[in-house]
């Protein structure tokens, strides 16, 4: 069964605009992870925080994560075109096994 | 320098026919993965290896096995294929613990 839904399923921005995505899952987590996936392509680690953290950033990408709500977002501060794709969330639970949501597409308008 | 490496990229096949896709990791990680994403891009994990060990097994027809023969590769063999096989089928590998996932760039399977 899905564990992680995010949302909106798309958005669409302009560039230099900060890009928020959500995800929400449903049983306890050792972590959660954000993936990006370019069209036609493999998925690309972003950024994990373990169950444990509250807030951790990487560059210009925000992650929360609120275990009382079972939720996390993900910023992306002054987006590019390039950070046009989907973003999946992810979450790992027992046997270390990693549940994808949806994902969210999104657009980045130049 | 690919980390995770998948053949072939694309694989056309008729039903019925079996095909085998393999998948090698160059990271030194000690656990591998299939997962599947349909039209819809969604993920679902098909099998995971530790060390040459089945370490998840979902609920994946048995036409499907998959086999490590080190911890370094793991392939996916499929036998009787269906059209309901096609999809992206996607290799990965990850560290023990609190690590991410490097995936492969995907097979793409076209069954007609």
């Known amino acids: 069964s899905q564990q992680g839904e995010e949302d909106p399923q798309a958005l669409s921005i302009q560039e230099g605009e900060n890009a928020t995505m959500n995800c929400s899952y449903k049983?306890?987590?050792?972590?959660l992870q954000w993936y990006r996936q370019n069209s036609g392509r493999g998925l690309v680690h972003l950024i994990l925080?373990?169950?444990?953290?509250r807030e951790k950033h990487s560059g210009r990408l925000r992650v929360t994560l609120d275990t009382s709500k079972k939720s996390s977002s993900l910023l992306i501060t002054a987006s590019r075109a390039a950070d046009t794709a989907s973003y999946f969330c992810?979450?790992?639970?027992?046997?270390?096994?990693?549940?994808f949501g949806k994902g969210i597409t999104l657009s980045v308008r130049p | 320098d690919t980390a995770v490496s998948q053949t072939p990229k694309y694989l056309v096949t008729q039903m019925g026919n079996d095909k085998s896709i393999k998948c090698e990791q160059n990271?030194?990680?000690?656990?591998m993965y299939w997962y599947k994403q349909d039209s819809k891009k969604f993920l679902k994990i098909m099998f995971s290896?530790?060390?040459?060990?089945?370490?998840i097994n979902e609920t994946v027809p048995n036409r499907f096995s998959p086999k490590s023969p080190d911890k370094a590769h793991l392939n996916l063999h499929i036998n009787s294929l269906e059209l309901g096989d096609s999809a992206v089928y996607f290799c990965?590998?990850?560290?023990?613990?609190?690590?991410?996932?490097?995936f492969g760039s995907g097979t793409r399977l076209t069954v007609v």
């Open positions: 925080i373990r169950s444990n953290e």
């Open positions: 049983t306890s987590i050792n972590n």
């Open positions: 990271l030194g990680h000690d656990t």
């Open positions: 992810a979450t790992s639970g027992a046997n270390s096994k990693l549940t």
């Open positions: 990965a590998s990850s560290r023990d613990g609190d690590y991410g996932y490097t």
């Open positions: 290896y530790n060390n040459k060990e089945l370490i």
